[in-house]
């Protein structure tokens, strides 16, 4: 935890390495990873009045101050300040934002290469470009944990999660097939999706999407796939993941590979000391 506080910028948010510019990707996993350790919560609340300070006027919250077209955070924001508490009016303005915005969609042509459903709106990664399924995972759990479960906007991103789900289990980053060739899943994705169909979804629906990641489990020692591994399976109430001695496996490799980035060492610690459930984490 250390190594993040030292991150901690002049200006309020963090950055993702000591001496660099603050990010909010990285402000908001910072603040989670403080309430998931139960540690100096005025530094959480601090970090999320940075956030409020580079919101934009309609909502929208840039990843990095002044980029107001790449505002996928806007979502991890949401759940930032639904959980240190307060700033109601930014958080508002944030899910406004949201639920009224959307990626590029267009009718799918006959002759398209692409094998999922054009039509179906999720969240982007950047303003006016197609619909993925990380930003769009986090967008539905943000909506959800602020109360906008039932909304239209998130009932209709959970069937896009759904169309991108591969034939044979998992998600990639959102396509299914390409040129009629089935695309390959992929542990990070997959967790993702997995932790926003929490609740919109039957086990049948994604059984071999949960079963692929069992699989993938102890071959998984990079924080970003392991992480989203655990949350995604914990979503599903899959036990005996030992979450704590592979964290703490994953944690041991930068000694041989170098240190990682703040959002990748706070997604360690949640999973750490939540045992692998960030939807606990982000609903309690």
Known sequence: MQLIFNRFT????????????SRSDATVWAILALIACKMDQDAAFDAAGWLASIQIEDGRVPVLEGLGT??????????????????????????????????????KKNDSPTGHDTLIRGWSWIENTHSWIEPTAISILALKANGNGRHDRVLE?????????????????????????????MPEHTGQALCSLSDCAQTPEVQ?????LKNQLS?????????W??????????????????????????????GYDTTLLAQLLIAYYANGDLLGILTS
């Open 10 to 21: 002049p200006g309020g948010g963090f950055s993702q390495r000591t001496g660099s510019q």
């Open 70 to 107: 790449a505002c996928w955070p806007t979502a991890l924001s949401v759940l930032a300040w639904k959980k240190v508490g307060g700033y109601f009016n930014q958080r508002d303005k944030a899910i406004q934002y949201l639920l009224s915005s959307s990626g590029i969609h267009f009718p």
């Open 157 to 185: 991103a959970v069937r896009m999660i759904m169309d991108r789900q591969l034939p044979s289990g998992g998600w990639n980053y959102g396509n299914t097939t390409v040129f009629n060739r089935e695309l390959l899943p």
């Open 208 to 212: 071999k999407s949960i079963d692929y």
């Open 219 to 227: 071959m998984l020692y990079t924080p970003l796939s392991l992480c």
């Open 229 to 258: 591994c655990l949350f995604g399976l914990c979503a599903w109430s899959v036990n005996d993941l030992d979450a704590r001695d592979r964290v703490l496996k994953c944690l041991s490799l930068q000694e041989k590979f170098g």
